[in-house]
């Protein structure tokens, strides 16, 4: 049971380059959430997915988007890098209905555009 | 939701109590209280959380006020892996948990 896994681990990018970080969870969960946080700050959610099939923008959607793959799988991509999405990238699930109030969260996706 | 404040830093010796105050004055009647821990950049891992109740787990203790203004996680013995950063967050929905810049405990031999 590996629970969040995120790929990958780190990437560089260059200005305008496109990218996609990857997310899996394994505990069957409903919800998915992609969050960023950026140096000294806490984490801000970026999309949700509240069950498979739906997804919804969060609190800093801009320049983003997702895809809901599966039950599984929710990726985040960046069509156009900007310096400004410089960030830590964090993946979270849950499951609604059983133990609702615990995020689980993955190892994060360090990026950087020069 | 509403919000939260929490101090900036804290310290703490190896083996003692560790007490995270929060204040959040504007709670509404049917939100809760999560507590959250960051640690060296890691994911976020969950805590505990509560309504109205002190609760208690196998990782830490919540006292909640009676006016539900403020809450104080409890970590009963620290030790120096508990050095973190702890997110106190309010919320009524587990989908829009909003994380502040929480408290940097650093606890010290």
């Known amino acids: 049971n590996a629970g969040v896994t995120q790929t990958p681990k780190f990437q560089v990018l260059k200005t305008g380059q496109s990218m996609t970080l990857q997310c899996a969870q394994d505990?069957?969960?409903?919800?998915m959430y992609w969050y960023r946080q950026d140096p000294g700050m806490g984490l801000r959610l970026i999309y949700y997915?509240?069950?498979?099939?739906?997804?919804d923008k969060g609190e800093v959607p801009n320049g983003y988007n997702v895809s809901r793959l599966n039950k599984r799988e929710f990726s985040l991509r960046l069509e156009s890098a900007a310096p400004s999405q410089t960030s830590v990238y964090f993946c979270a699930s849950n499951i609604l209905g059983q133990r609702i109030y615990e995020q689980y969260f993955g190892p994060g996706t360090r990026l950087t555009v020069t | 939701d509403a919000k939260t404040t929490q101090p900036t830093s804290m310290d703490c010796a190896e083996g003692r109590a560790a007490n995270l105050p929060c204040n959040h004055s504007t709670i509404s009647g049917n939100e809760y209280v999560y507590w959250y821990r960051q640690i060296h950049s890691q994911g976020p891992q969950y805590i505990i959380h509560?309504?109205?109740n002190n609760e208690t787990n196998e990782m830490a203790s919540l006292i909640i006020t009676e006016d539900r203004k403020s809450s104080t996680l409890i970590l009963p013995h620290a030790t120096l892996r508990d050095t973190a950063v702890y997110y106190c967050i309010v919320s009524y929905n587990t989908d829009k948990l909003i994380f502040g810049t929480g408290t940097r405990l650093q606890v010290f031999p």
């Open positions: 509560g309504l109205k």
């Open positions: 997915s509240a069950s498979e099939g739906t997804t």
């Open positions: 505990m069957n969960h409903n919800s």
